[in-house]
């Protein structure tokens, strides 16, 4: 049942919005997933990220989206391999590509997020190992400086690296992402690159504009024992650590904004860890829809006292049921946790449009408008939910 969402409270200025990743909506990309989704097998349905939502060509209509549903805010990303090409060479007809774009948004009155890594490298960065190589941070560091530079007048809300540790886990760890390795040393490297690169990046992005202000989107996951055993509880205090807290305290005095990217809740126990719930709502990832984890999440991250904004929460659901009912949940959990003293600046839904969700292809449909860019009755929900906030 969808319930009677007058009630929930938000801040003046509190933003609406939902997010994208260039990669998995822009189409036309020579980058290093784009080389690696034309292997046989590495996609599940075989698709690749080439045509997709054409946003690349259709962004004005992307906006429009935007706009015929109220939200005042969108955080997407600038694909590196357009910018840099080739290594130090800045294409000044892509900067004006996603110059156009802001300058849109504004016009519109939608505040812009941008993320500058959302898992893809340019192929020269490929060729010699990526974030894996040592170089990884200064040839980052060089771009999102770049980046600030061109756009830092306008864009103030810099998402900068989108998961590294989700990057890195399924890329190195697990391996069903590019660049399809199964080593953990390699990982635990890959990841202090990030952990660098966004360390540089902050330095070169406040030297380039101090107006910026430079966050990242963290996945966080709620943990909660099943029973309250000194064992569960033990368990759960280090899941939350090893998955939560060891990568935001590396990087804590490198941010002006803590974005959170919640998705997964997770009961503990001694004897197996086990999803949320079981036998309640799962979306078609088969990942537990459990709105108090997000209440949990932006509670615990009052302890790095910083803004904090829920840069993706979502549900893949093609039927779109779940998510009628998915998005005023979670919201009401946003304003639940305003009202218990979070500062919480902003609530941006994953995604706008369905997309190329990297290894399953197009299978999972998380997005408040089809491809085509229908809306879904989800995105009508939103849309009202908007509306009562903001008084409009
Ligand atoms: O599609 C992804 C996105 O690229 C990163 N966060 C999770 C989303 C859903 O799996």
Same mark, same amino acid.
């Given at each position: 049942?969808?319930?009677?969402?007058?009630?929930?409270?938000?801040?003046?200025?509190?933003?609406?919005?939902?997010?994208?990743?260039?990669?998995?909506?822009?189409?036309?990309?020579?980058?290093?997933?784009?080389?690696?989704?034309?292997?046989?097998?590495?996609?599940?349905?075989?698709?690749?990220?080439?045509?997709?939502?054409?946003?690349?060509?259709?962004?004005?209509?992307?906006?429009?989206?935007?706009?015929?549903?109220?939200?005042?805010?969108?955080?997407?990303?600038?694909?590196?391999?357009?910018?840099?090409?080739?290594?130090?060479?800045?294409?000044?007809?892509?900067?004006?590509?996603?110059?156009?774009?802001?300058?849109?948004?504004?016009?519109?009155?939608?505040?812009?997020?941008?993320?500058?890594?959302?898992?893809?490298?340019?192929?020269?960065?490929?060729?010699?190992?990526?974030?894996?190589?040592?170089?990884?941070?200064?040839?980052?560091?060089?771009?999102?400086?770049?980046?600030?530079?061109?756009?830092?007048?306008?864009?103030? =809300?810099?998402? %900068? /690296?989108? +998961?590294?540790?989700?990057?890195?886990?399924?890329? #190195? $760890?697990?391996?069903?992402?590019?660049?399809?390795?199964?080593?953990?040393?390699?990982?635990?490297?890959?990841?202090?690159?990030?952990?660098?690169?966004?360390?540089?990046?902050?330095?070169?992005?406040?030297?380039?504009?101090?107006?910026?202000?430079?966050?990242?989107?963290?996945?966080?996951?709620?943990?909660?024992?099943?029973?309250?055993?000194?064992?569960?509880?033990?368990?759960?205090?280090?899941?939350?650590?090893?998955?939560?807290?060891?990568?935001?305290?590396?990087?804590?005095?490198?941010?002006?904004?803590?974005?959170?990217?919640?998705?997964?809740?997770?009961?503990?126990?001694?004897?197996?860890?086990?999803?949320?719930?079981?036998?309640?709502?799962?979306?078609?990832?088969?990942?537990?829809?459990?709105?108090?984890? =997000?209440?949990? %999440? /932006?509670? +615990?991250?009052?302890?790095?006292?910083?803004?904090? #904004? $829920?840069?993706?929460?979502?549900?893949?659901?093609?039927?779109?049921?779940?998510?009628?009912?998915?998005?005023?949940?979670?919201?009401?959990?946003?304003?639940?946790?305003?009202?218990?003293?979070?500062?919480?600046?902003?609530?941006?839904?994953?995604?706008?449009?369905?997309?190329?969700?990297?290894?399953?292809?197009?299978?999972?449909?998380?997005?408040?408008?089809?491809?085509?860019?229908?809306?879904?009755?989800?995105?009508?929900?939103?849309?009202?939910?908007?509306?009562?906030?903001?008084?409009?």
């Amino acid at each position: 049942m969808i319930k009677n969402t007058k009630k929930l409270k938000f801040p003046k200025g509190f933003l609406f919005g939902s997010a994208t990743s260039a990669h998995q909506i822009e189409g036309h990309l020579n980058n290093d997933w784009a080389r690696w989704e034309k292997i046989p097998g590495k996609i599940s349905d075989g698709t690749t990220s080439e045509l997709g939502a054409d946003s690349w060509n259709k962004w004005r209509e992307d906006i429009k989206l935007l706009k015929n549903t109220s939200q005042n805010a969108y955080r997407f990303s600038i694909e590196w391999s357009r910018i840099e090409p080739k290594e130090g060479f800045f294409d000044e007809g892509a900067i004006d590509h996603y110059d156009q774009i802001i300058d849109e948004l504004i016009k519109n009155d939608i505040t812009p997020m941008v993320t500058l890594f959302h898992f893809t490298c340019p192929l020269w960065l490929d060729d010699i190992g990526g974030v894996a190589n040592r170089k990884f941070a200064k040839y980052f560091a060089r771009f999102s400086g770049r980046m600030a530079k061109e756009f830092g007048d306008k864009v103030e =809300l810099w998402s %900068v /690296i989108n +998961e590294p540790s989700v990057y890195v886990n399924a890329g #190195y $760890i697990i391996g069903h992402w590019y660049p399809g390795k199964r080593n953990i040393i390699g990982g635990v490297k890959a990841f202090f690159h990030l952990v660098s690169a966004h360390k540089q990046a902050y330095s070169s992005m406040k030297k380039a504009n101090p107006r910026v202000k430079v966050g990242i989107a963290m996945n966080m996951t709620a943990f909660e024992p099943v029973k309250k055993t000194w064992c569960n509880r033990a368990l759960t205090r280090v899941a939350k650590w090893l998955v939560n807290e060891y990568s935001i305290n590396l990087v804590r005095k490198n941010l002006d904004f803590l974005g959170i990217n919640h998705y997964m809740s997770h009961k503990i126990q001694c004897k197996k860890p086990i999803m949320f719930d079981e036998g309640g709502a799962k979306s078609e990832y088969g990942w537990s829809v459990h709105p108090e984890g =997000l209440y949990q %999440v /932006i509670m +615990e991250a009052r302890h790095w006292n910083l803004p904090v #904004y $829920i840069t993706e929460n979502g549900t893949a659901d093609s039927s779109d049921r779940l998510r009628q009912t998915f998005i005023p949940d979670f919201l009401e959990k946003c304003s639940d946790a305003i009202a218990d003293g979070a500062d919480l600046r902003g609530y941006f839904y994953w995604s706008l449009i369905d997309n190329f969700e990297w290894a399953s292809g197009y299978s999972m449909k998380f997005g408040l408008h089809t491809i085509d860019r229908k809306p879904r009755k989800s995105a009508e929900i939103y849309k009202k939910i908007i509306e009562q906030a903001t008084g409009e």
